[in-house]
Each structure stands twice: as structure tokens, then as C-alpha cells.
């Protein structure tokens, strides 16, 4: 079984920069693909960025292009989220979730992943 735990969330102001982690329980890290998603209090979760198993290859939502970089470093088992310029409409709990692939691809569909954390807040003031 796979646990995925996010850290990091916080309150910030807009403008200001934050960085997300999320650490793997699986000695297999690198055989994952992994992205994020974010749900605001009312909507659906949505899916905000994606990366391939080796992360060469990564993929954002319109909305965050450009604010947003994902990484991820497979010796520390971690997936990263770099949020810059962050807006008040950026406010949501962001999930970290991973799908094992034998192929380079990532995903930004929530049907596509089998495990997920517990989320972290991030909260942007105006």
C-alpha cells in the first residue's frame, strides 16, 4: 500500500510564493507518475499539474501555467509544487496522488491515479 503525505500549506498573502511537497511511502517511487489536484470549498477537485515517472515530461492546467512548476526528486521519494504569484482563487486543498505505469506519460485525470494523500490547505488572502 502506497501512503502519499502532503506538507507545506500555510496561509499567504497574493503574490507571495509557496512550495508543496508530498513524500512517498513505496521504495518504487520512480515507477509513478504523480500529480496534483486542488479542491475549493464547493467545487469538484481539479487537476492543477502532472509529472512523468522520470519528470521529464510535466503538464498544468491553463490557469497556473507559468506560476506553477512540478518536480520531483526520486531519491527522496518526494513530488513537488513551486506556487508562485499566488492568487486568491488559488485557495483550495491540494492533493498529491500517484499511479504506477510502466510508461514516461503522466496524467491529468483523477480516473488515472489510485492513490492520494490527505491533502494540505493553502489558503491565499487578498
Known amino acids: 500500500q502506497v501512503q502519499l503525505v502532503e506538507s507545506g500549506g500555510g496561509l499567504v498573502q497574493a503574490g507571495d510564493s509557496l512550495r508543496v511537497s508530498c513524500a512517498a511511502s513505496?521504495?518504487?517511487?520512480?515507477?509513478?507518475?504523480m500529480g496534483w489536484f486542488r479542491q475549493a470549498p464547493g467545487k469538484e477537485r481539479e487537476f492543477v499539474a502532472a509529472?512523468?515517472?522520470?519528470?521529464?515530461?510535466?503538464y498544468y492546467i491553463d490557469s497556473v501555467k507559468g506560476r506553477f512548476t512540478i518536480s520531483r526528486d526520486n531519491a527522496k521519494n518526494t513530488v513537488y509544487l513551486q506556487m508562485n504569484s499566488l492568487k486568491p482563487e488559488d485557495t483550495a486543498v491540494y492533493y498529491c496522488?500517484?499511479?504506477?505505469?510502466?510508461?514516461?506519460?503522466?496524467?491529468?485525470?483523477?480516473?488515472?491515479?489510485?492513490?492520494w494523500g490527505q491533502g494540505t490547505q493553502v489558503t491565499v488572502s487578498s
Open positions: 496522488a500517484g499511479d504506477h505505469t510502466i510508461s514516461n506519460t503522466y496524467s491529468s485525470s483523477r480516473d488515472a491515479y489510485d492513490y
Open positions: 513505496v521504495r518504487t517511487f520512480r515507477e509513478y507518475r
Open positions: 509529472i512523468s515517472r522520470s519528470g521529464s515530461r510535466t
